[in-house]
């Protein structure tokens, strides 16, 4: 049986490892979404990367700083592609365009592409 410092420190251990990360991470759902949330996870990785090189000064392969930019890569493109995939359709120049009997092209919306 363990002893009670060890106990202790397993204890608080649980506590703060376990139960505030996942309570954390069930605020996180609640504020994005369920994908952001976990591939918000996932940025451990690279954020680990990074405090071993400038605390440790642990210097990385390629494929693994190649490999953080794919994490971190993916995680900016889940959380951008939300409000530009609904900015797309009120944008005129982007929307598929309707080809009208007398040959030109009309739009639903009255937004148009400013250049």
């Known amino acids: 049986w363990p002893s009670r410092s060890v106990l202790g420190t397993l204890s608080i251990n649980a506590l703060i490892g376990t139960n505030l990360s996942d ?10 979404t369920p994908l952001t949330a976990t591939l918000g ?19 990385f392969d390629v494929q693994y700083i190649l490999g953080s930019l794919l994490v971190l890569g993916g995680f900016l493109l889940v959380s951008f592609a939300g ?13 598929r365009l309707d080809r009208t009997p007398s040959g030109g092209s009309s739009c639903e919306s009255s937004d148009s592409c400013e250049d």
């Not at 530009?84 to 944008?91: F, G, V, Y």
């Open 23 to 32: 309570v954390l991470w069930a605020y996180a759902v609640q504020l994005t």
């Open 83 to 95: 409000p530009l995939w609904t900015a797309l359709p009120r944008c005129r120049c982007l929307r």
């Open 41 to 59: 996870l996932s940025l451990t990785v690279p954020f680990g990367m990074i405090s071993d090189a400038v605390l440790r000064g642990k210097r």
